[in-house]
Nanobody, 121 residues
Framework: QVQLVESGGGLVQAGGSLRLSCAASGRIFSNYYMGWFRQAPGKEREFVSRMWSDGNLNYADSVRGRFTISRDNNKNTVYLRMNSLKPEDTAIYYC???????????????WGQGTQVTVSS
């Protein structure tokens, strides 16, 4: 069973930047994306960004233009560079992987344990 381990969360002021990393313990299936969801207190887990092994990617409208996803297939690692952070970006960020084209968290096959990102105003 492949495991996903996130790192890079923390506390940052509004307007600042963070980079999250997610390393897979084994090889991710070639038809699986690697990406990120987030969950703020009292809210449902929501899609943030994902990248497929062929380079295709998706972003949520709320982060497009501020966040950049990248992936190193040889290292089975995905990164999320977050710029111009806002207080509303505060959430637990979860690494995720799966084959579905859906943006629904219920369709994710593999989850990481999550890393906290807090953006102060």
């Amino acid at each position: 069973q492949v495991q996903l381990v996130e790192s890079g969360g923390g506390l940052v002021q509004a307007g600042g930047s963070l980079r999250l990393s997610c390393a897979a313990s084994g090889r991710i299936f070639s038809n699986y994306y690697m990406g990120w969801f987030r969950q703020a207190p009292g809210k449902e887990r929501e899609f943030v960004s994902r990248m497929w092994s062929d380079g295709n990617l998706n972003y949520a409208d709320s982060v497009r233009g501020r966040f950049t996803i990248s992936r190193d297939n040889n290292k089975n690692t995905v990164y999320l560079r977050m710029n111009s952070l806002k207080p509303e970006d505060t959430a637990i960020y979860y690494c995720a992987s799966g084959p579905s084209l859906s943006f629904n968290a219920f369709d994710v096959r593999i989850w990481g344990q999550g890393t906290q990102v807090t953006v102060s105003s």
